[in-house]
């Protein structure tokens, strides 16, 4: 069984430039989570999509959105981007959006924002 | 508010010998408690988790985790650590009700020397 898939594994930015990452969960997984794991800074949650619809976000600026396509795949997208932004951005899926299912994490796309 | 306090930055063993990496937790409500581990470069990969039921959670590569709701903890063990479990160990909660999230803790980097 295919696991959580990102695209692409690494992307360099400027400052002011947009980002888009996509992910693709676990066949049969409808939630999807986005986390931010910056240097220092631990996971912080980003995002969540459950069956097409956003269901929680982090405290995170507006900046910083997405959206889950009738397939359940999802999109994160990061406008004017700041140099902070840089990190690594992980996926994560799960079989229904109940809290006790666990989330599966893919293997994360790198960002870095000169 | 959720919230994970793992308190050793770096845990070190060495091989054979058993292991433990803390984790105590603060939710308002009943928790789910998960762990996970990254291995450098890499996603998260799920260990175990505590839904409900037996304290004593066992999970993947020999590791098993107490949940106590007295003092609030859920410490990893494992009896006989290998190299190869060198590693960051995460801690996560998430309150059982509502559309609540998963908070990690900052991290644990585990070493096992030979």
């Known amino acids: 069984e295919a696991g959580v898939t990102q695209s692409p594994t690494h992307l360099i930015k400027t400052r002011g430039q947009q980002a888009t990452l996509r992910c693709s969960p676990i066949?049969?997984?409808?939630?999807v989570y986005w986390y931010q794991q910056a240097l220092g800074l631990g996971l912080q949650f980003l995002l969540w999509?459950?069956?097409?619809?956003?269901?929680n976000r982090g405290n995170f600026p507006p900046r910083f959105s997405g959206r889950q396509f009738p397939n359940y795949s999802s999109e994160l997208n990061v406008n004017a981007l700041e140099l902070e932004d840089s990190a690594l951005y992980l996926c994560?899926?799960?079989?229904?959006?109940?809290?006790?299912?666990?989330?599966?994490f893919g293997p994360g796309t790198r960002l870095l924002v000169l | 508010a959720q919230s994970v306090a793992q308190p050793e930055d770096q845990v070190n063993v060495a091989e054979g010998n058993p292991l433990t990496v803390k984790c105590t937790y603060s939710?308002?409500?009943?928790?789910?408690l998960f762990w996970y581990v990254q291995y450098p470069n890499r996603g998260l990969q799920f260990l175990l988790k505590?839904?409900?039921?037996?304290?004593l959670v066992k999970g993947s590569y020999g590791f098993e985790a107490e949940f106590n709701k007295s003092q609030t903890s859920f410490h990893l063990k494992k009896p006989s650590a290998l190299v190869s479990d060198s590693a960051l160990y995460f801690c996560?909660?998430?309150?059982?009700?509502?559309?609540?999230?998963?908070?990690f803790g900052k991290g644990t980097m585990l070493l096992v020397s030979p």
């Open positions: 994560a899926s799960s079989l229904r959006g109940r809290n006790q299912e666990t989330q599966y």
């Open positions: 066949s049969g997984h409808t939630s």
């Open positions: 999509y459950d069956e097409g619809e956003e269901r």
């Open positions: 939710v308002s409500g009943n928790p789910y």
């Open positions: 505590y839904i409900t039921g037996d304290n």
């Open positions: 996560a909660v998430r309150e059982q009700s509502g559309y609540s999230t998963l908070t």
